[in-house]
């Protein structure tokens, strides 16, 4: 558990100061006095801004509604856990027993917040050049094909579309609540479909627990 040469190697950096990378991937069920929280505070804005960074220069005709909506695709959990996948970064996770045996490793949350914690330490420890050179090649292993069509999965539109056709009404969607500290909040939404609740999924934004559950909705209603 403490060998994190094999983490070292996929994503190729070796890490300096030790502790730094003990915090990165030490949960906060872990009861230790420090946790990987603020590490992910960082990691969440440098990913924002390699990834902005990244898709300017990619497309350099693209508007900015486009680019919006192509790091929205890539910038959230499901995004970063894939990466966080890439690397077994599960595997190397501090966690409490009553975690583990609540199969944390495998928690899309719990991963996508390591790995913007991990992100966060090499940034704090070597810069933007050196921590943008990995972020871009993860991305790029993980994504071989970075465009809005391949990317941009609207499960909204595609729900709206089949509810029309099926049952000649759209969808509502209400907020069942929020939870969290305020950088990093947690939103629950529902999806009624002629007064029956037919979904529901958090997300980090309203729009991302929108789309995760119209996927969900468009999965039940194709049986």
Known sequence: MNDYSQLEKRLNYTFKDKQLIIEALTHKSYKKPYNNERLEFLGDAVLDLIVGEYL??????????????????????????????????????????????????????????????VIGAIYLESGLEVTKEISVKLLEESHPKIDLKSLSKDYKTALQELTQATHGVTPSYEMLGASGPDHKKEFEIAIVLEDQMIAKAKGKSKKEAQQKAAKIALAKLKG
Do not use: Q
């Open 56 to 117: 300017f220069v990619k497309f350099p005709t693209s508007n900015e509604g486009i680019l919006s909506k192509i790091r929205a695709s890539l910038v959230n959990e499901s995004g970063f856990t894939l990466l966080a996948k890439s690397i077994d970064l599960g595997s190397h996770i501090y966690l409490s027993p009553a975690e583990e045996n609540n199969n944390g490793r495998h928690k899309p949350s719990l991963l996508s917040n390591a790995f913007e914690a």
